[in-house]
């Protein structure tokens, strides 16, 4: 399950941005940038991918965490706590660093059948 208000607010700041699809995935609502997963609200959380650099950079911020929804942590995306994003401003400066650094990413094609 998923935040509806977080996927709400998701949608307000993301819906019709070029090369963004809406997606359900995780159990949770979110974002693909051309192919590639760039955000998504999981629980009352946001996991934002965005480098493995960008998130050694964030090691101080005490609503960051390492985005392990398996029993095992994915390098490069990162958790943000709801009280990390309760505020818009901030939730749109980790949509932002996501959106940057997919948009570096090289485009996805459509899977082989």
């Not at 693909?32 to 609200?41: D, E, K, P, Q, Y």
Request: hydrophobic share 45%.
């Amino acid at each position: 399950m998923y935040d509806a208000g977080l996927a709400e607010r998701l949608r307000e700041m993301m819906g019709g941005m070029p090369d963004m699809e809406e997606s359900t995935m995780f159990g949770g609502f979110g974002y693909l940038m051309n192919g590639h997963i760039c955000v998504f609200a999981w629980s009352d959380r946001l996991v934002i991918r965005i480098g493995k650099a960008a998130v050694a950079s964030l090691d101080n911020d005490p609503h960051i965490g390492p985005m392990d929804l398996t029993g095992r942590v994915m390098r490069g995306w990162a958790t943000v706590s709801a009280e990390g994003i309760a505020e818009d401003d901030d939730l749109q400066r980790y949509v932002e660093m996501a959106i940057m650094f997919c948009a570096s990413l090289p485009v996805k094609g459509p899977k082989n059948p």
